[in-house]
């Protein structure tokens, strides 16, 4: 995207990284606190997060790979657990209200909420794969990203909606109550019928839900680094430290407005994602791909302006992008013109996928012929 305007996504992805770390913060709260019977408040549950995740963020990859090697079993364990107890709850005979256009819209919207999450990958995968040595498949790494996160989504997802139709059914009271609490008291009564070993399982669960920030806080830290000479003249320790200070502070002031703060972030936060992979990946197919196929394109080369494209190309069509994510985007807040010829559903993230993918190609070819990068 060029040097100066990849800053703006650089930017965009430090909000993106600890937004999210600050809703894990939050869930992990109310999980701790609903464990605990509100003996423990939901703040002093974030705090308990946050300082587990700053430990294990600013001592580096090295802890971070090795946490993460093991943290994903008993988290398989715990959530099994969980599907055993309370599936027998689940209701998916639910019927869906509405005529067809309207359920359509509604579950393009659904769709589109539980794919901002996993989409946000995109802006941090690079810090973690660079690791990796350079001679490792490029099909291999794409499988491997796809199936993990593909699977890892689909398990938690499907917990979840199971749980929300239990509550929508009211074959389980507890679990509408719970519900009226907070979604991490939610999955506390999941577990209840099992106990002690139940609330066991759910402070696994919570401690989990760390395996999601320690990455948005080490990712965001570098995305601080690589704003400029001034933010990499900062170690990455001292901006991880600040960071989870800032977690901190936003969990703890959001902790009774979850929802909303899904509601209102999350889509912001997806449409630009989807517009930035639109634009890298035609990038490298139409523009790049001659260079790398001769072996010309130096990785080297990445934070060195007269090798860069200027970036005005990408930048206007990340502005068309934005253009169409706007007239489409339907939230609490705000329904564009053509979500409400969608019914109603929140079709900007593909509409601005679709103006960006249109408007980079011809932008880029003039930028080439005119200044040649």
């Keep these: 995207m060029g040097y100066w305007p990849s800053k703006l996504p650089c930017c965009l992805n430090v909000v993106l990284m600890v937004g999210y770390a600050t809703i894990d913060g939050i869930i992990s709260g109310q999980v701790l606190s609903a464990v605990s019977d509100g003996k423990m408040t939901i703040i002093v549950g974030i705090i308990v997060v946050s300082i587990v995740c700053w430990i294990v963020a600013v001592f580096g990859m090295a802890v971070?790979?090795?946490?993460?090697?093991?943290?994903?079993?008993?988290?398989?364990?715990?959530?099994?657990?969980?599907?055993?107890?309370?599936?027998?709850?689940?209701?998916?005979?639910l019927p869906s209200k509405g005529n067809p256009a309207t359920l359509a819209a509604r579950r393009l919207s659904f769709f589109n909420v539980c794919l901002y999450v996993p989409n946000s990958w995109a802006a941090a995968a690079s810090d973690f794969y660079v690791y990796y040595?350079?001679?490792?498949?490029?099909?291999?790494?794409?499988?491997?990203?796809?199936?993990?996160?593909?699977?890892?989504?689909?398990?938690?997802?499907?917990?979840?909606?199971?749980l929300a139709s239990g509550v929508?059914?009211?074959?389980?009271?507890?679990?509408?109550?719970?519900?009226?609490?907070?979604?991490g008291a939610l999955i506390v009564a999941g577990y209840a019928p099992l106990l002690g070993f139940g609330r066991a399982c759910s402070v696994v669960v919570a401690l989990g839900v760390i395996a999601n920030s320690i990455p948005s806080?080490?990712?965001?830290?570098?995305?601080?680094?690589?704003?400029?000479?001034?933010?990499?003249?900062?170690?990455?320790?001292?901006?991880?430290?600040?960071?989870?200070?800032?977690?901190?502070?936003?969990?703890?002031?959001?902790?009774?407005?979850?929802?909303?703060?899904?509601?209102?972030f999350l889509a912001l936060m997806g449409y630009w994602v989807m517009i930035m992979v639109a634009i890298v990946l035609e990038e490298h197919v139409f523009f790049l791909s001659r260079r790398r196929r001769l072996g010309k394109l130096d990785w080297a080369d990445w934070e060195d302006k007269t090798?860069?494209?200027?970036?005005?190309?990408a930048l206007a069509a990340f502005a068309v992008g934005w253009t169409g994510a706007v007239l489409g985007m339907s939230q609490a807040w705000y329904v564009g013109p053509l979500a409400v010829l969608a019914e109603g559903g929140d079709?900007?993230?593909?509409?601005?996928?679709?103006?960006?993918?249109?408007?980079?190609?011809?932008?880029?070819?003039?930028?080439m012929r005119l200044i040649g990068r």
């Design 347 to 367: 079709v900007g993230l593909w509409i601005g996928l679709g103006w960006t993918m249109l408007a980079f190609p011809p932008m880029r070819w003039i930028e």
């Design 307 to 313: 090798r860069l494209p200027v970036g005005w190309a």
């Design 64 to 93: 971070f790979q090795k946490y993460e090697r093991y943290s994903w079993l008993p988290q398989i364990i715990a959530l099994s657990v969980l599907i055993g107890v309370a599936a027998p709850y689940f209701d998916a005979s």
């Design 217 to 264: 806080t080490y990712s965001a830290a570098l995305g601080c680094q690589t704003l400029g000479r001034a933010g990499k003249a900062v170690p990455r320790w001292i901006w991880s430290t600040v960071l989870i200070l800032v977690q901190v502070v936003l969990a703890v002031a959001g902790r009774e407005h979850l929802f909303l703060i899904f509601q209102n």
């Design 168 to 183: 929508a059914s009211g074959v389980m009271p507890a679990w509408a109550s719970a519900n009226q609490v907070s979604s």
């Design 133 to 162: 040595p350079e001679k490792t498949s490029q099909r291999k790494i794409f499988c491997l990203t796809l199936t993990g996160i593909w699977t890892a989504f689909s398990l938690v997802f499907l917990i979840g909606i199971g």
